[in-house]
């Protein structure tokens, strides 16, 4: 679909105009083998809300941004490796139409689209170009994924205690392993999840045993000394360092930005969207999860 674009002068000042978008807080785009194939505005269900975020697919990477000024200037840069990459169809529901799941080991959360069309062709590009990736590197597609967070919305009080009431001053939080929205005293403690970080995060108490538990049962199956190093990683989930709930929100241009139809790239004559479409959506979702 794309090997026609690799190393040409189209796909090398598109590349080029991406980063210069994302300036100094982006990091660098343009290597060997890499093609820009799709770019467009998706709205991302954040925990608060949703928002525009302008995304931009390569052969091997998806990467999104915030919005500053719509098709000159992004911020928050996100890179997300493909091959670690899982969709998930979402039903259709009266409030929210044409979305999916976006599936990582670090980071999972829904988006949507603006049409049907666009749904179905912004699931088959991904599905085409994660396909490809897995099938020349040889690797298997990654099973264990980063939860979905709750919205703030859809918890007005704790969903572990189911007594403590959110209010201005009684702040929301989020475990990091299983996504619900709990209080501070039922998230008090914290984990070291090595795919999401390489410090201890918030976990809800629910997780927080079941997690200990699967600790201590593994290290009666090893070795001393790797028994030593997952203790220590168990310690360390009551450290108070790691990330503490963060937005992902950031700054926007006032408004919501315009939905423009998407642009693929390169030659999609071997794409059949609606095949791609149909087995990228092999697992359906009612519910409506997010981050």
């Not at 689209?113 to 994660?130: D, F, G, R, S, Y």
């Not at 809800?204 to 000394?225: F, G, H, M, Q």
Request: glycine fraction near 6%; include cysteine; proline fraction near 4%.
């Amino acid at each position: 679909m794309v090997d026609r674009l690799v190393n040409s002068e189209a796909n090398t000042r598109r590349i080029a105009l991406v980063e210069s978008c994302f300036g100094s807080s982006g990091v660098p785009l343009a290597i060997s083998g890499r093609v820009l194939v799709g770019e467009g505005v998706l709205t991302k269900m954040c925990r608060k809300r949703p928002k525009s975020r302008q995304f931009f697919l390569f052969n091997d990477i998806l990467v999104y941004g915030n919005i500053v000024i719509g098709k000159k200037k992004y911020n928050k840069q996100h890179i997300m490796p493909l091959e670690e990459v899982s969709l998930e169809n979402i039903e259709d529901c009266s409030q929210y139409r044409n979305g999916w799941l976006i599936r990582t080991t670090t980071k999972s959360f829904v988006v949507y689209a603006a049409t049907a069309t666009e749904k179905q062709e912004w699931m088959a590009h991904i599905h085409k170009c994660v396909e490809d990736l897995l099938r020349k590197s040889g690797k298997k597609p990654v099973e264990n994924h980063a939860a979905v967070w709750v919205p703030d919305a859809d918890a007005t009080v704790c969903m572990h205690c189911k007594k403590t009431q959110f209010t201005m001053i009684v702040r929301r939080h989020h475990c990091r392993n299983c996504g619900a929205v709990v209080c501070g005293p039922c998230s008090a403690k914290k984990f070291l999840l090595p795919q999401q970080s390489s410090k201890p995060v918030r976990v809800c108490s629910t997780c927080y045993e079941r997690l200990s538990k699967a600790i201590k049962v593994d290290t009666s199956k090893t070795s001393p000394n790797h028994e030593n190093s997952n203790v220590n990683a168990l310690k360390l989930s009551n450290d108070s360092s790691g990330d503490d709930d963060s937005d992902d929100e950031g700054t926007s241009a006032g408004t919501e930005q315009q939905h423009d139809q998407p642009k693929f790239y390169g030659d999609t004559t071997n794409l059949n969207v609606e095949e791609s479409f149909n087995a990228s959506t092999t697992h359906n979702s009612s519910h409506l999860p997010t981050n």
